[in-house]
Each structure stands twice: as C-alpha cells, then as structure tokens.
Nanobody, 119 residues
Framework: QVQLVESGGGLVQAGGSLRLSCAAS????????MGWFRQAPGKEREFVAR????????DYADSVKGRFAISIDNARNMLYLQMNSLKSEDTAVYYC????????????WGQGTQVTVSS
C-alpha cells in the first residue's frame, strides 16, 4: 500500500490562494492515479481532482474547474493542488488518495488537511 501525508491547509480569505501538498511513500510503483477529495461539515466526501501517476491526464469537479490545478512530481512522490480564487464553499477537509493499478477505487487515503476560507 501507499502512505499519504497532506500538508498546506490553513485559513485564507475569500479570493486568496493555497497550495496543498501530499507526500506519498511505500509502494508508489503500483499507483495508477492520484486524487484530491474534500469533505465539508455535514456533507459527503466529494471528488475534487485527479491525475494519472504518469502525469498529463487530469479531471476536475465542475465546481473547481478554472480555479484549481492538480499536478504531480512522481520523481519526488509528491502530489499538489493549487487552489486559486478560493470561495467560502471551498471550506473543507482535503484528502489525497491513491488508486492502484487494476483497482476501480482509491484504496489509500491520507489523514486530511483543513482548508478554511473566510468571507
């Protein structure tokens, strides 16, 4: 399995930016894709963005398209989420996740990092 540790969360004003990082360790060689998810208080966890471990192919939730950018440095086993033009509705705990080759679900999750956007 892959171990994941997020960092970079914090408190930011609406319209501001944050960059989240996720450090991956363990069996990263079997990773097919990495993703960011978030969970706001009282809500279900939702998909934010994903990227192939090899880089290139990305997907975003409609709510973050044009504002967030996912990237990966697989040589350093690092995943990033650049978040710009933040809104109060982006407030949530953000999780990174890894999907192994041949698996349909993400099966490794980090502990999460809190992002709070004040209006």
């Amino acid at each position: 399995q892959v171990q994941l540790v997020e960092s970079g969360g914090g408190l930011v004003q609406a319209g501001g930016s944050l960059r989240l990082s996720c450090a991956a360790s363990g069996r990263t060689g079997s990773t097919y894709a990495m993703g960011w998810f978030r969970q706001a208080p009282g809500k279900e966890r939702e998909f934010v963005a994903r990227i192939r471990w090899s880089g290139g192919s990305t997907d975003y939730a409609d709510s973050v398209k044009g504002r967030f950018a996912i990237s990966i440095d697989n040589a350093r086993n690092m995943l990033y989420l650049q978040m710009n033009s933040l809104k109060s509705e982006d407030t949530a705990v953000y999780y990174c996740a890894a999907q192994r080759i041949g698996r349909l679900q993400y099966d490794s999750w980090g502990q999460g990092t809190q992002v709070t956007v004040s209006s």
